[in-house]
């Protein structure tokens, strides 16, 4: 939409610039005008890795822009707050010259050329300046979103490679020693039964004892890596809000917690985080823990979206939030604890679960 925006510049052009041409001047006019539109079309619409056809393409939208001032005067200044705005763009390093020299030349132009009995366009100067100023805020913000994906993108790649290195050493230092017992100890009772000694079956006994020991030990590290932990989650978010730009404020030990309250509280962290990322608009977070509760609390705008449905029945609790907040309130219900979700004092958003008491209580 914004590019499309940009059009009315040269739509303003084309209209005010009978009043300094007509006849074949006025058809110049009007086809500089076109073809400055036609290489800008090109120019919102081509997507290529090569930055020189873009800068090509502003160099002749600049070219066409200076052409244009015989016919159009400084009306044509309009066709510069676009030249302006894209080179703020292609040139980030020298945007702030740019966007000062596109912003003086209507004011010292008009009065400069003696024919145009002109004094300074002010308005044209405003225009230059502030599209300008609105296009590098907009590609800032495009840079920084493109940043913040690609970065998300790495750490899941990072984490997806730690997790599978992860899983085929535990799977080594497991299954290693005990299947190489269990060739050795096969190997010696086949030889055992070729001889036909008796200690043939305490060694087939002792091989089916490895192998149910090491089927034992395949499922609690399965078991393992599906359950969720509040270290690794506690890591995992300090990553994920590195990757956001957010402040993180997050405790390093999990001690103080009951271990059979850990993966609860993994819950609660994964759901609190990835909130206050999709939602807070937030510069800081900060979890809490202790014995009974964890508290997360940012300094966000962001208020997590009410689900649709019908009002809850009386005595049971309000339902607030997405499916993801809703999940872990009936996982924290089914611990006995509460949840307290809302806005913070003096402002932000701040989720809470205790194992205090029973029931739920709402902000």
Known sequence: MLSLGMLVYPII??????????????????????????????????????PWFHRCLLGAMTALFVAELPFAREF?????????????????????????AGTLAPLVVPPLVPSWHS????????????TALTVHAFAQTAATNLALVEARAEVARLASEAERNRIARDL??????????????SALARRLAAAGSSRALDEITAVEELGRQALADVRAAVTGYREVNLAGELA?????????????DLPTATDMVDAEHRE?????????????VRHANASRCTITLSAEHVEIRDDGVGAVPRAAGPA?????????GGNGLTGLRERVA??????????????????????????????
């Open 172 to 185: 080594h230092d497991l299954l290693g020693h005990s299947l190489t017992v269990i060739t050795v100890k």
């Open 76 to 100: 044509a200044f309009f066709l510069a707050a676009v030249t302006v705005s894209l080179a703020t763009i292609f040139f980030q390093r020298y945007a702030v010259p740019v966007v000062a």
């Open 13 to 50: 052009t084309a209209g005010l610039l009978g009043q300094y041409s007509t006849g074949d001047r006025a058809l110049a006019g009007y086809l500089i005008v076109a073809a400055f539109c036609a290489c800008y079309l090109l120019e919102a619409v081509t997507v290529t890795e090569h």
């Open 236 to 248: 995992r978010g300090r990553e994920l809000l590195r990757a956001a730009g957010i402040v993180a």
């Open 264 to 276: 609860l509280f993994g819950w609660v962290v994964r759901e609190g985080l990835t909130n206050v």
């Open 312 to 320: 809850a029945p009386a005595g049971r609790p309000a339902r607030v």
């Open 334 to 363: 089914a611990a006995g604890g509460s949840v307290e979700a809302g806005p913070a004092d003096p402002g932000g958003w701040r989720l809470r679960v205790s194992l205090a008491g029973m029931g739920m209580t709402s902000a």
């Open 119 to 130: 004094g300074p366009a002010t308005f044209e100067a405003l225009a230059v300046l502030f």
